[in-house]
């Protein structure tokens, strides 16, 4: 089993930052890809930005050029540095992570698992 623990939300002015960050933790043999998705009220949940384990990141087309992934492998955690925050950036920033998990017997299983959410609120 893994929890990912997301910290970093809260209330920003237009124009302003924010940092999140999500540490897994648990059974964690590695990590293929982790990464951010966003909730609005009212709307589906959609990709943010998101970063294999070597690298790779894929970014929405709202946030490029002013989001940036990263992680920390040897600290099991992803961050997402946001700027220029947008009042249509207000949703519940959710962490996910794609965890190959062993057991014994080098039994071993890839599960998919998201954090609870951390709310980002951009008054307008």
């Known amino acids: 089993q893994v929890l990912l623990m997301e910290s970093g939300g809260g209330l920003v002015e237009a124009g302003g930052s924010l940092r999140l960050s999500c540490e897994a933790i648990?059974?964690?043999?590695?990590?293929?890809?982790m990464g951010w998705y966003r909730q609005a009220p009212g709307k589906q949940r959609d990709l943010v930005a998101n970063m294999t384990a070597g690298g790779l990141t894929q970014y929405a087309d709202s946030v490029k050029g002013r989001f940036t992934i990263s992680r920390d492998n040897t600290k099991n955690t992803v961050y997402l540095q946001m700027s220029s925050l947008k009042p249509e950036d207000t949703a519940v920033y959710h962490c996910?992570?794609?965890?190959?998990?062993?057991?014994?017997?080098?039994?071993?299983?890839?599960?998919?698992?998201w954090g609870q959410g951390t709310q980002v609120t951009v008054p307008s």
């Open positions: 996910n992570a794609d965890v190959v998990e062993r057991y014994a017997g080098d039994y071993y299983t890839t599960n998919d698992y």
């Open positions: 648990g059974n964690i043999f590695s990590i293929n890809s």
